[in-house]
């Protein structure tokens, strides 16, 4: 409760300073029927550090994440998964997917997270602290129209994960948003 109160309370002081909230950056998505970025992705964990290049498409509801490394398709309330080097990937019926749905998103890491909204010099960072899951912090860069420049997470285990985005658009571009016809996916 006590967390919930912080939140409110932050989110609030927030609006006060700035005339900004993650209400208006909900919106802002809600009203952003498609969004496109090459990704470079950096995995650091105790024993090594990988890079991965890739991209993010949503046309909603639905979406992809691609890299090198993996493959993450949400369509028509399914969800698709593949990592490289596997010989079949997974299947599952999703209600949603979070990716896709950036209000849904802002709400559930409210519920997971201390926030803190602040004011770039162009832009915003939302920082989220006392993670209650696998998650343990992020940190999240926007820029003036809330387009993402960078996500950084840390989980319980040490392991950091860096996403910067390059190359975004809002305008469709016609990318597929389709399962890979040449992988075997089980559910």
């Given amino acids: 409760m006590k967390y919930k109160l912080l939140i409110i309370f932050c989110i609030a002081l927030a609006q006060a300073l700035f005339g900004v909230s993650l209400d208006d950056v909900g919106a802002a998505w809600k009203a952003r029927d498609f969004f496109f970025a090459e990704i470079s992705q950096t995995s650091i964990s105790p024993m090594d550090t990988s890079l991965v290049n890739g991209k993010i498409v949503i046309?909603?509801?639905?979406?992809?994440?691609?890299t090198d490394a993996e493959l993450i398709i949400y369509k028509s309330g399914k969800l698709w998964t593949f990592t490289t080097g596997s010989d079949v990937g997974t299947v599952a019926d999703v209600e949603q997917f979070a990716i896709s749905d950036v209000?849904?998103?802002?709400?559930?890491?409210?519920?997971?997270?201390?926030?803190?909204?602040s004011q770039t010099g162009g832009?915003?960072?939302l920082i989220g602290t006392d993670g209650e899951g696998n998650i343990a912090?992020?940190?999240?860069?926007?820029?003036?129209a809330f387009i993402p420049k960078k996500v950084v997470w840390n989980d319980i285990f040490a392991y950091r994960t860096e996403i910067f985005f390059k190359k975004t658009s809002t305008v469709d571009n016609g990318e597929k948003i389709e399962p890979p016809s040449d992988v075997e996916f089980i559910e």
């Fill in 103 to 117: 209000p849904a998103l802002l709400k559930k890491l409210g519920e997971d997270f201390k926030l803190e909204l």
């Fill in 137 to 144: 912090s992020f940190e999240a860069e926007l820029d003036s």
């Fill in 59 to 66: 046309r909603k509801p639905d979406a992809i994440f691609k």
């Fill in 123 to 125: 832009g915003l960072r």
